[in-house]
C-alpha cells in the first residue's frame, strides 16, 4: 500500500469505483453482514473515496481486493463505519416506548415474580441510547425494587465506533427528555454534555455482535429490540433474521422494530400492534 504523502499535493480528487468492484464489495457485505447495498454505488463512492485515498490505497481495486482477501478487521470496520448510519436518539418513536412501559413491563414482571430476571435485547444498539433508554423504564416501574431484580440488558451492535461511543455514555440530551429523568439518571458534565449515570450503565452488556450469526446467547429473551436496523437488509436476509429472533425468543416474548418497518405476512410472530409482535 503507498503511503498516503505519496498521492501528491492539494486537495484529493474523487476516486471512482467499477462496476465490477462494486459489484465484489455489494456481495462481499450482504453475504457476510446482511446489508443490501446494490442502490447505494453513489454513497459508496461518496463516503469511502476521501478515506481510502487518506489510508494510502491507489484505488478502490486495491481496498476490494485487500478485504475481500484478508477481510481485515480494520478495513471492515472502516466500510461498515462509513455505510451504516448510527443515528439514534433517546425517546426515539416515544408512542412505541409507552407501549413497552404501558403493557410489556407490566406483563414481563409478572412472569418473573419468582426468579426476578429480566432478559431484554437491544439488537443493533447504535450509540447506546435505545439499551439505556429501556433501562430507565424499568428502573422507573421497579422503583425501589430495581435492585432486587436482575435488569441487565444485552446490547449488541456490529460497528466498533457505534459502541466505543455507547460505552463512554456521554450524550447531548434532547427536550424529550423528563426533567425528573434528567436529574435521577444523568449527570452534568463540564462542557454542558450529560453522563448516564453509573447505575443505568451498569445495567447494559455491550458486545460486538454480527445479526447474521447464529444467535447462541445463554438465555432466550423476554423482549428484543430490533428498530431501524432491517432497513438496511433485503427481503430474505429480514426473514432469516426474523426466524432466528422468534427460535432465541421466549412463548409470549416480544419482538418490537420500528414504525418505518413491518414483517412480511408469513413470519412466526403475531403481530399485536404497529411494530409490536410477540411469539
Same mark, same amino acid.
Not at 12 to 33: E, G
Not at 62 to 83: E, G, I, P
Not at 224 to 240: E, G
Given at each position: 500500500?503507498? &503511503? ?41 463512492? @461518496? ?8 489510508? @494510502? ?47 410489556? $413491563? ?14 431484554? /435485547?437491544?439488537? @443493533? ?23 432486587? /431484580? ?30 425528573? /429523568? ?41 423482549? $428484543?429490540?430490533?428498530? &431501524?436496523?432491517? $432497513? ?48
Amino acid at each position: 500500500m503507498n &503511503n498516503p504523502g505519496q498521492s501528491g499535493g492539494g486537495a484529493f480528487s474523487p476516486m471512482t469505483i467499477s462496476d465490477a468492484d462494486f459489484i465484489r464489495l455489494v456481495r462481499f457485505i450482504q453475504n457476510n453482514y446482511g446489508i443490501d447495498l446494490t442502490q447505494k454505488k453513489q454513497l459508496i463512492t @461518496g463516503r469511502l473515496s476521501t478515506t481510502l485515498k487518506q489510508k @494510502g490505497y491507489p484505488s478502490f481495486t486495491a481496498f476490494v481486493d485487500h478485504v475481500l482477501k484478508t477481510k481485515d478487521d480494520d478495513a471492515v470496520t472502516l466500510l461498515l463505519n462509513k455505510l451504516t448510519t448510527n443515528y439514534t436518539f433517546f425517546m426515539r418513536e416515544q408512542d412505541h416506548l409507552e407501549n413497552f412501559r404501558k403493557n410489556i $413491563i407490566p406483563e414481563i414482571v409478572r412472569r418473573h415474580q419468582k426468579d426476578k430476571v429480566l432478559s431484554i /435485547w437491544s439488537a @443493533g444498539c447504535s450509540s447506546g441510547e435505545e439499551p439505556y433508554n429501556i433501562s430507565m423504564y424499568l428502573f422507573d416501574y421497579l422503583g425501589t425494587q430495581a435492585k432486587q /431484580w436482575d435488569t441487565r440488558l444485552l446490547a449488541t451492535d456490529i460497528s466498533a465506533q457505534a459502541l466505543a461511543t455507547a460505552k463512554r455514555g456521554i450524550y447531548e440530551l434532547p427536550d424529550t427528555i423528563p426533567p425528573e /429523568w434528567k436529574k435521577k439518571y444523568f449527570v452534568p458534565t463540564k462542557d454542558g454534555h450529560y453522563s448516564v449515570s453509573p447505575d443505568i450503565k451498569n445495567n447494559v452488556i455491550f458486545q460486538p455482535f454480527n445479526l447474521m450469526d447464529p444467535i447462541k446467547f445463554r438465555r432466550k429473551f423476554d423482549v $428484543i429490540f430490533c428498530r &431501524n436496523v432491517m $432497513i438496511y437488509f433485503d427481503q430474505p436476509t429480514k426473514d432469516a433474521l426474523v426466524q432466528r429472533f422468534y427460535n432465541a425468543t421466549v412463548p409470549g416474548g416480544y419482538l418490537l422494530i420500528s414504525y418505518s418497518e413491518n414483517l412480511s405476512q408469513n413470519t412466526p410472530y403475531r403481530r399485536l400492534a404497529t411494530a409490536t409482535f410477540q411469539k
